[in-house]
C-alpha cells in the first residue's frame, strides 16, 4: 500500500521531497498547539471558533499565501535570480543546517528592525495594523498580515536565498520553521520559559506586543529571537500580569477586503454596508454562507465576529447584526486618530 506513495516520492525533486516532509510537521505542529492551547490556555475560556477565524483561515491563509507565493516567486525572486545568475554565490558550500541557520538569524535580525520601523512610520503601520486586528490572539491570529507586508518581507527573505546560492530545499525548511515559530509566539499557551525567554522569543512576550496597553505599543518587536528586544532596549516583560485588553484602539474592519481598503482610506465598515448597495450585497453573501455553516455547526456563529443577523438567510440588506458599537461611535474612532497607535485608547 505504501508502493505509490514511495513511487510518488521518488518521482520528486529534492524541493518536492522535502516539503513532502515539512507538510506533515506542519500539521503536527498544529495539532500539537491545539492540544496545548486547551490544556494550558493564556486566556482561559478563547473558544477555537473565535472572531476572525474565518478571515485568517480562508482569506489569509490559503488564498493570500497561495497567490502572493506565485507572485513572489515567479514574479519577484526568479527574475532576480534570472538577472544575476550565481553572481553572489555565498553559502552553496556550506551544510544544509548552516544555511538554514545562517538565514534564519539575519532574516529575524532584519524583521525586528522592519517590524520596529513598521511600529514608528504612519504610513507603514497601514501594511501592519492589520496583524493587531484581532482581539483573540491565537495560534492562527500570527497569519493575518496585510499583503504589502508579506511581499515585502518575504521578498527579502526569499531572494537571498536563492541568490546566495543556497540548496532550494532550504525554502521549504524556512518556511516550516517561519510557520511553526510564527503559531507558537501566537499561541493561547501559558508558557514560563523563564531565562530561555531571553533567547527564545515565544508567546510570553509576543501575546503582550498584541496587547492594546500603551506599554507595549512601541515594545517586543521580536519574532523568533527574544535577544534582539533585549539587545536592542524594547523587551516588555511584566512578572505576573496579563493583558486586560487587545487589538487595536480603534475600529478595525472585519472583512479580508474592507481591511486592505482601510489602509489605503479610512471608513467604517457597518456605516459603509448601511450606505452601499454593493457592498451590503457582498456582505449578504458572507452572512448567508456563515448563516448556513452556523445552522449546522451553532458554534461557528461567530466565526465573523458578527453574530449572524436574525433574517440574514432571506433578506439583503440584513439588519444591523448586534454587539458592535452604533456606526457614529466607530466612525469617531476610526477618524480620531488611527494612523497608528493612539496614546491613550479609545474604548
Ligand atoms: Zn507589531
Ligand atoms: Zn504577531
Known amino acids: 500500500m505504501l508502493e505509490p506513495i514511495s513511487t510518488f516520492y521518488y518521482s520528486l525533486n529534492a524541493v518536492g521531497r522535502t516539503t513532502m516532509i515539512t507538510t506533515p510537521i506542519l500539521l503536527l505542529a498544529v495539532v500539537v498547539l491545539l492540544v496545548l492551547e486547551r ?5 482561559k475560556g478563547l473558544p477555537f471558533f473565535r472572531e476572525g477565524l474565518f478571515v485568517d483561515l480562508f482569506w489569509y491563509t490559503l488564498v493570500q499565501s ?8 515567479g514574479f519577484i525572486i526568479a527574475p ?11 553559502v552553496s558550500s556550506w551544510p544544509v543546517a548552516a544555511q538554514v541557520g545562517f538565514f534564519v538569524i539575519t532574516h529575524d535580525f532584519y524583521i525586528y528592525w ?8 504612519a504610513f507603514f503601520w497601514r501594511t501592519h495594523e492589520a496583524h493587531h486586528s484581532g482581539k483573540h490572539v491565537d495560534w492562527l491570529a500570527g ?16 531572494a537571498p536565498i536563492i541568490l546566495l546560492g543556497a540548496n532550494p530545499i532550504v525554502v521549504p525548511i524556512k518556511a516550516l520553521i517561519d510557520a511553526v515559530w510564527g503559531m507558537y509566539i501566537h499561541a493561547n499557551i501559558d508558557v514560563k520559559s523563564g531565562k530561555l525567554q531571553y533567547v527564545i ?3 510570553e512576550m509576543h501575546l503582550w506586543h498584541h496587547a492594546d496597553h500603551e506599554e507595549v505599543y512601541y515594545a517586543n518587536f521580536s519574532t523568533k529571537f527574544a535577544f534582539w528586544d533585549w539587545m536592542f532596549g524594547t523587551a516588555f516583560l511584566p512578572q505576573d500580569r496579563k493583558p486586560e485588553r487587545w487589538g487595536l484602539p480603534y475600529a478595525f474592519p472585519k472583512d479580508y477586503f474592507a481591511q486592505h481598503a482601510f ?14 448597495a454593493v457592498f451590503r450585497a457582498y456582505h449578504g ?14 458554534a461557528a456563529k461567530v466565526l465573523q465576529g458578527w453574530e449572524v443577523p436574525q433574517g440574514a438567510l432571506e433578506t439583503v440588506p440584513a439588519p444591523r447584526p448586534g454587539g458592535n458599537p452604533e456606526p457614529a461611535a466607530a466612525v469617531a474612532a476610526a477618524t480620531t486618530d488611527s494612523s497608528r497607535p493612539v496614546a491613550s485608547p479609545v474604548s
Open 80 to 90: 532576480l535570480a534570472a538577472h544575476f545568475g550565481t553572481r553572489f554565490d555565498l
Open 201 to 203: 522569543n515565544g508567546p
Open 66 to 73: 497561495y497567490f502572493l507565493q506565485i507572485l513572489i516567486f
Open 285 to 298: 453573501v458572507r452572512w448567508r454562507l456563515l448563516g448556513w455553516v452556523g445552522e449546522r455547526l451553532p
Open 143 to 158: 497569519s493575518r498580515s496585510h499583503i504589502v507586508e508579506i511581499i515585502i518581507n518575504q521578498s527579502i527573505e526569499f
Open 114 to 121: 522592519f517590524h520596529r520601523f513598521q511600529h514608528n512610520s
Open 263 to 276: 489602509s489605503v482610506v479610512r471608513f467604517d465598515e457597518k456605516a459603509l454596508a448601511e450606505k452601499s
Open 39 to 43: 490544556k494550558f490556555p493564556y486566556r
